[in-house]
């Protein structure tokens, strides 16, 4: 059984920090890309980042460039999302998902349909 469990979400000032990992268990880890996205009240859920290790790439959201580090500990199964500089309009619940071999083009990254597995989602809020 294949399962996506993320850790690490919270209430942060904004301005902040917090990390988010994925792990990963039930799944060749090395075949899939793993996408962070989020979604927000009222709003649709929208790619913020994703890491490829077939493809060797990265994708960012353009409002979270600069400021979030995706990365991958491959031994440990796990995605991280290294969030900075953290604004209220990042409050969100965020989900890990997977791909089967999913490449995240740095410029046209696949939305949501194209991902097979996906997390509950951790809560992020970043207060004022």
């Known amino acids: 059984e294949v399962q996506l469990v993320e850790f690490g979400g919270g209430l942060v000032q904004a301005g902040g920090s917090l990390t988010i990992s994925c792990a990963a268990s039930g799944l060749t880890f090395d075949d899939y890309a793993i996408g962070w996205f989020r979604q927000a009240p009222g709003k649709e859920r929208e790619g913020v980042s994703c890491?490829?290790?077939?493809?060797?790439?990265?994708y960012y959201e353009d409002s979270v460039k600069g400021r979030f580090t995706i990365s991958s500990d491959n031994a440990k199964n796990t995605v991280y999302l290294q969030m900075n500089t953290l604004k209220p309009e990042d409050t969100a619940v965020y989900y890990c998902?997977?791909?089967?071999?999913?490449?995240?083009?740095?410029?046209?990254?696949?939305?949501?349909?194209?991902?097979?597995?996906w997390g509950q989602g951790t809560q992020v809020t970043v207060s004022s």
């Open positions: 998902a997977a791909e089967y071999w999913g490449i995240c083009s740095p410029k046209r990254p696949d939305g949501p349909l194209f991902y097979d597995y």
């Open positions: 890491i490829s290790s077939i493809a060797g790439t990265t």
